[in-house]
């Protein structure tokens, strides 16, 4: 199950996002993954069943390209160094690949629920009708 978002929130007030985007920016440096070149999709984990889904619905090219970034950044972890400074993720190339998959699926495991508990009853025959 993918976590709340406060982004559509969010994302109805300018002001909001105006004063938020700085931070959200930092918070992304902060956190390191840019400068091994990963985007914030590459970070979820894939022991969960709807990821492992979402990571075979993937296009082929896209795969490709996460498996690269995620070797490359495996590669230069174990060196303790990071990526030269034009190759890190810029903030604007960090945009989510894998997200949107996911909900596309927990919204289909929501239905496949609702289907399976779904109760058919039949009508009882009225004499009258």
Same mark, same amino acid.
């Given at each position: 199950?993918?976590?709340?978002?406060?982004?559509?929130?969010?994302?109805?007030?300018?002001?909001?996002?105006?004063?938020?985007?700085?931070?959200?920016?930092?918070? #992304?440096? %902060?956190? #390191?993954?840019? &400068?091994? #070149?990963?985007?914030? $999709? $590459? =970070?979820?984990? /894939?022991?969960?069943?709807?990821?492992?889904?979402?990571?075979?619905?993937?296009? %082929?090219?896209?795969?490709?390209?996460?498996?690269?970034?995620?070797?490359?950044?495996? &590669?230069?972890?174990? &060196?303790?160094?990071?990526?030269?400074?034009?190759?890190?993720?810029?903030?604007?190339?960090?945009?989510?690949? =894998?997200?949107? +998959? +996911?909900? /596309? +699926?927990?919204?289909?495991?929501? /239905?496949?629920? $609702?289907?399976?508990?779904?109760? +058919? =009853?039949?009508?009882?025959?009225?004499? #009258?009708?």
């Amino acid at each position: 199950m993918s976590a709340p978002s406060l982004a559509p929130y969010v994302f109805k007030r300018p002001w909001l996002q105006r004063f938020l985007t700085p931070l959200a920016n930092w918070y #992304g440096n %902060a956190a #390191g993954y840019r &400068q091994l #070149g990963l985007k914030a $999709d $590459d =970070l979820l984990p /894939e022991e969960n069943d709807t990821v492992l889904l979402a990571l075979k619905r993937l296009p %082929a090219n896209e795969a490709y390209d996460r498996v690269f970034r995620l070797r490359r950044a495996l &590669q230069h972890s174990m &060196q303790h160094n990071l990526l030269p400074k034009n190759e890190w993720t810029k903030p604007e190339d960090d945009t989510p690949y =894998l997200s949107s +998959i +996911i909900k /596309e +699926i927990e919204r289909e495991m929501a /239905e496949r629920e $609702d289907l399976e508990a779904m109760v +058919i =009853l039949k009508r009882a025959k009225n004499a #009258g009708h």
